[in-house]
């Protein structure tokens, strides 16, 4: 699930498998969303789940923030 900073959209997706491969299918299909209506994604904040995927997202050019252990956080900054 996530929410938009600025413009408070929201996309959500049941993962049947939470794997690094699949996490990056669906975070790449969000980017697309926001880029086909001319926005660019800036940073993902994220919890711990998505530290492994840290590099794949930082070669889209995206800043991963991850937040620490007991926080949930999943918030996008959109242009």
């Known amino acids: 699930m996530t929410t938009s900073y600025n413009i408070h ?4 997706e049941l993962l049947k498998v939470m794997k690094n491969k699949m ?3 669906s975070i790449k299909q969000v980017i697309e969303a926001y880029h086909s209506q001319g926005f660019k994604m800036q940073a993902i904040l994220g919890d711990g789940q998505f530290k492994h995927i840290k590099q794949l ?3 889209k050019g995206i800043t991963k923030n991850i937040c620490t252990t007991n926080e949930h956080m999943t918030e996008l900054k959109i242009t």
Not at 9 to 12: I, L, M, P
């Open 57 to 59: 997202i930082r070669q």
């Open 9 to 12: 959209f929201s996309t959500a």
């Open 23 to 25: 996490l990056m299918t």
